[in-house]
């Protein structure tokens, strides 16, 4: 994928948004295969982050879609894991219905470890392009940014670019990075090696690893968003790469926190519905609601993510304006993931990925 200014509209290329148009209508969304009547009592089990992101999922999008279809309730659980899901679809024993997880992967995984989805009944006509695939609904686009406590550099002398967070001379400190391939942990690297954005993909995953050894021993690795989020609230990372939804309740809270906008790696994040699900029918409804204009405002108003509804008129506050990744703030540039090449590689790369942590 290549390099987007601030300016470029979101109607570029995005794969993957979370929802989509006709749950809240209380219409079947037609989603065959399993699981039932959409009409009787049905429990969805939901896959999060946790946190406040899973939280703002249950104001923005459970509760409401709960007062407009009483026989629906929801179990909320996290985090989510596609080896987990592997396990409980080679078991037999799949106890998921609804799973955030990074498009690519529910895409490579497709009719193997997540269902087919029939969303027809969806008007793609103010999603942005990509929203729906075979096996996944995208929900929302997450921005990374760099970030760093501003109280731990000298007013005004902080990190500026994607090289100087890779540069522990001149920037010496703790880093944290988190270890989902969403959040930019292989691009970063290439970024700061000096890949133009518009020759990241295909991504030379080898290059990447070893600019990340040169900061290895000053950097700690959080195995998932929340991990990372309270590694800030504690003081024990200096700089760290930290989505939007988990930058704005640290701003709210009081931290006093310095945005780099340098060029920034956006995601989409999606469901998938996990092969087998004992209630794909009313998991299929529910997220077919959740790309809603009015669902998709809230959503962004409370996480400061990136819509993925064009009709959406979000009021964002003082907090969620500043990790505005494509409004005003953000004075540099955005690259948003390839998810057709991950979807070719995702299972390689989180291998490799995951043997050079554990190295």
Known sequence: MVSRSKKVTLAVGLVAVT???????GGDTGGGGGGGSTDAATTITFVGYGGDGQQAQIDAWQTPYTEAHPNVTFVNTSPPDVAQVKAQVESGSVQWDVMATAPYAAQQNCDTLFEPLDLSGIDQSDLVEGTVGKCYLGNWINATPIAYRTDAFPAGQGPKTVQDFFDKEKFPGQRGIVT???????????????VKPDDLYPLDVDRSLEKLDSIRDVTTFAPNVGALQQAVQGNQVDMFLLPD??????????MDITVVWDE???????????????NKAAAEQFISSVVEPEQVAKISELLGVAPVNKSAKPQLDEFTKQV??????NT????????????????DVSNKLTTWLNG
């Open 264 to 278: 920034t790696v956006a995601s989409l994040n999606a469901f998938a519905v996990p092969k087998g699900s004992p």
């Open 324 to 329: 505005e990744v494509y409004g005003p703030a």
């Open 332 to 347: 540099g540039g955005t690259v948003l993931q390839d998810v057709d090449w991950y979807a070719e590689n995702f299972n």
């Open 19 to 25: 929802g989509m148009l006709a749950g809240c209508s």
């Open 245 to 254: 939804s988990r930058l704005v309740p640290l701003l709210k809270g009081g």
């Open 180 to 194: 989902n391939l969403q959040n930019g942990i292989l691009e970063y690297p290439l970024l700061a090696d000096g």
